[in-house]
């Protein structure tokens, strides 16, 4: 594994754990060039995944992406970061078992939704926001409207 500060090609495992979820190894890691310590995690994939987006392009699924933009929907969220990567390994393993090797964006959207829904409901408008592409405060007040007749 390379250093993330030096560049050094040859860093050294110091502990490995299992996450508390099983769907990773957490390896800490040392570099002896620099001194460096990090973090590193091994994830089991179970096949090769290809988002068809909207526009007919196809690209290869992004497990870090999809971090990303759940991480940018929660942030400032007073949600535990352990409650957001056990969702996130949920989203990938159901998006994974679809059993199909082409999985249409807006079906990984949809999943998405359903598991901010279930942890932050503001999270979950401002993913819809980006995810729907909402264009005026319009947008918004009829989404808030839908899922407030929707709760009752």
Avoid: W
């Avoid at 078992?97 to 598991?115: K, R």
């Avoid at 999270?123 to 009752?152: C, H, P, Q, W």
């Amino acid at each position: 594994m390379k250093c993330p500060f030096c560049g050094n090609e040859d860093t050294q495992v110091k502990d490995s754990r299992s996450t508390e979820d099983n769907s990773a190894i957490r390896r800490r890691r040392f570099c002896a060039a620099c001194g460096a310590r990090f973090t590193t995690f091994e994830r089991i994939q179970l096949r090769e995944l290809t988002v068809l987006k909207k526009n007919g392009k196809k690209v290869p699924f992004d497990r870090d992406k999809l971090e990303r933009s759940i991480h940018i929907s929660l942030r400032k969220r007073p949600v535990e970061s352990d409650r957001v990567e056990r969702m996130i390994s949920g989203i990938v393993r159901r998006v994974e078992s679809l059993g199909e090797s082409e999985v249409e964006s807006n079906v990984i959207g949809e999943i998405v939704m359903e598991g901010l829904q279930s942890i932050d409901s503001v999270a979950y408008v401002r993913f819809a926001s980006v995810y729907k592409n909402f264009r005026e405060a319009r947008d918004f007040e009829e989404f808030l409207g839908e899922i407030t007749s929707n709760k009752d």
